[in-house]
């Protein structure tokens, strides 16, 4: 194995993690936000969403993307068939969230949300399948032409898989979009 792997494992770990602190955050902003002195339109919180919510959610689709193919063209990971319908749902983001920074687009939401719910739906369905107990059928031991969607290839910090990984980036990608579309 090489010692990439280990590497890379922690470093997404470390964003997983911080991504996880940033989601209440941000949900905190979003409900709050109405013109009070914490969240006035001139606080400068609400002014950095305004101007790089869509760069913030455009980097998540890019390190989402780019871990995703580490994992199956680096580390050899097998993706299993749940994780071939969230990457279905992550990687247009990278060329819809770049394209609407490219042209200043402030609808993108329109075309980039409908997507991040479905793929986080997904990742959260694929995440239950791996830590819980409840019996949720699981699709990719029918195909048997996957690898089972209940492989773990990576456990950090007790709680830290893939699809939570990918979970974190889809919820932070949309909290970003509606933060930035609601502040402006």
Sequence with gaps: MSPLIP????LLSYLTVLGDILVPLLLLIIISYSGRK?????????????RFGLLAAFIVAVIATGGSL???EVAGYLPCELCWFQRIFMYPQVIILGMALWKQQKNVILFSLPLTIIGGLIALYHYLLQTSSLPLP???????????????????FGYITIPMMALTAF???????????RTQ
């Design 38 to 50: 914490l969240f006035h339109p001139d606080n400068v919180i609400i002014k950095l969403l305004r």
């Design 171 to 181: 919820v932070l990608i949309s909290l970003f979009l509606i933060a930035h579309r």
């Design 7 to 10: 590497f890379v494992d922690k």
């Design 70 to 72: 580490f994992y199956s």
């Design 138 to 156: 699981a699709p990719c031991s029918v195909t048997g032409y996957s690898v089972s969607c209940a492989t773990d290839f990576v456990r950090e």
